[in-house]
């Protein structure tokens, strides 16, 4: 491409500003580029992370775990570009080493206190975003034109020439020879499960929440008082929970004896809380290895590979499942042989050829490990970590609050102390695990795998286990229910409306619970085609499609934008568009998050190098490659 080029960004968030860093990475003096970014959010942060939130809302990383800067952990083809992880940012502020960062007295109340393990607010961390935009864009080069536009785009048109023409909520059109969409999570329309229950709430004068993000959420029905059924016990229900309690002028207080006590406001409403499992996601782990260092013990390359060059299409349950639960035993054991060796019978040497020659959830294994492991919660079951009340029979509603207090309690001791550093064992298994299933090709799994076992089970069982709530909300979780604003429904909660209000039940809890108002806390699936920004729906209804997967024995849809690995949004026929690009949640490419844990060749860096190689490709600009 000759002369200036023009690139726009649909969004500002996150991942366009990654995204900005790593096509400016390959810029030089000789490069002739205008860029710009459209989003009605602020630059860097966006709609989820920006600064106008309640103060009370944190990130589930700790400030050492989060950095959107690359670095020699990376394995790509732009320019490595280090910077500081959040923590590390932190200690730069407080040594005055950041005077273009201007922190509001909450943030720096915050940031003076605030250690690398500790978990930042997201207002906290919308200054970092800020910050790394400011830095990004003040490393163009001279002919590397940037400008912000607080707008929203409603159209994407593509001439003959090859340019695109994006039209503005404002009015103003842009003429640009690329675009790239970098959108986050979206409202989207209901789906029809949540607009019939919505339609009959209505017509019974009930008060229904629907999914959502919960920092937008319309709590305002919620009434001090009154009885609300909360179903989904993961992060946006923590957030829900936040907000209705220390967002309504509640407060803990650290007794005397440690225990942690809250006192309520009066204006808080009572909170009865259910799920599939009935436990809330695991806490975050805190805990640091003391072993060995992790390694792929089970899903090696050697494994994927076979994988991928079997005969037939990858089942995840039969074929990938097997191997996680296997890569999970061997991280907690390998941790606790090698970390804790004072507590079992043998040596990981000696102990590692049995997690080899047994299956999982193999009985004699139990045994096995039982001879070799004295204290019971030393030992590690995969099987009943995932739905530790799978075989339990409530007595009463009463024998529900002892479990899942007592689940708790045990998860947090589990999770956070040092002497249980095999759950960060575990936890790096996930993570390996979550990187070795990126290796294989997506089109080699079965349908049904690629729409519901991997975005549904898979996903959802890595964040119950990897990302989950930072410890002290769990233990606030505790004191409220103490306090009797809390209360626990039990697992395979249903929920059915009639006039008495809406009903919860679980078929393991004898009675029932019956409350005016319901939120279900989640975030709304997604479905590019249906959702609420007009860009995203024309990116997926007119310049390309859906990825739908059909084979012998499922046919679905992922509700995600079809693109190629390098970012190119898929048109109907299957054939690439040349200078449209799309990276994010809402796209087929396997889901890996915005920002990273430093040193960890994370594959949301790796992404999005490639598509910024790409873009820059397309655009003929100057691609320095070194380290």
Known sequence: MTGRARLLFVGAGPRAIMLLERVLARADASTLLDIDLVDPHPPGAGRIWRHAQSPLLKLNSMARDVTVFTDDSCTIDGPVRPGPSLSEWLELWRAGELADVDLDELSTAEARALGPEGFPTRRLHSHYLDWFFRRTRASAPEGVRIRLHVDTV??????????????????????????AYCLGHTERDP????????????????????????????????????????RGMGLAAVDLVV?????????????????????????????????????????????????????????????????????????????????IAAELLHGHYRELFTGHPDRVATTWDEFRPVLRDHAWDEPALRDAIAAVVPDPLDRFDVAAFDRPF???????????????RAHIVDDLEMRTTQERSPAQGVFMAALLSFMALSEIPKERFTARSRAHTLPVRWHTFFSYLASGPPPHRLEELLALADAGVVRFLGPEVEVEVSERGFTASSPRVPGETVAGALVDAWLPAADAALSTNVALRELATVHGGELHVTDAEFSGSLGRVRVSDEGRVLRPDGSAHDSLFAIGPFTSQTEAGAFTRPAANSLSLRQTDVVAGAIAARLALAVPVGR
């Open 154 to 179: 409603t159209s994407v048109r593509s001439g003959d020439d090859g340019r695109h023409t994006v039209s503005l909520e404002s009015g103003r059109a842009i003429q640009a020879d690329a675009v």
């Open 191 to 230: 789906d029809p499960a949540t607009a019939e229950l919505a339609a009959a709430a209505a017509r019974e004068g009930l008060v229904y929440v629907g999914p959502a993000f919960t920092a937008d959420a319309d709590l305002a029905g919620l009434a001090p008082g009154a009885d609300v059924l909360v």
């Open 243 to 323: 907000l209705l309690t220390q967002g309504r002028g509640g407060r803990f207080d650290r007794a005397a004896d440690g225990v942690l006590r809250y006192l309520p406001s009066g204006r808080e409403p009572r909170l009865h809380l259910g799920s599939r499992r009935g436990v809330p996601y695991r806490s975050k782990v805190t805990s640091r290895l003391q072993g060995t260092v992790p390694q792929r013990e089970v899903l090696t390359p050697d494994v994927i590979a076979a994988l991928v060059d079997g005969g037939r299409p990858i089942d995840f349950d039969r074929d990938v499942w097997p191997l």
């Open 390 to 404: 799978a075989d339990v029979e409530f007595a009463d509603a009463d024998d529900v609050q002892r479990r899942v």
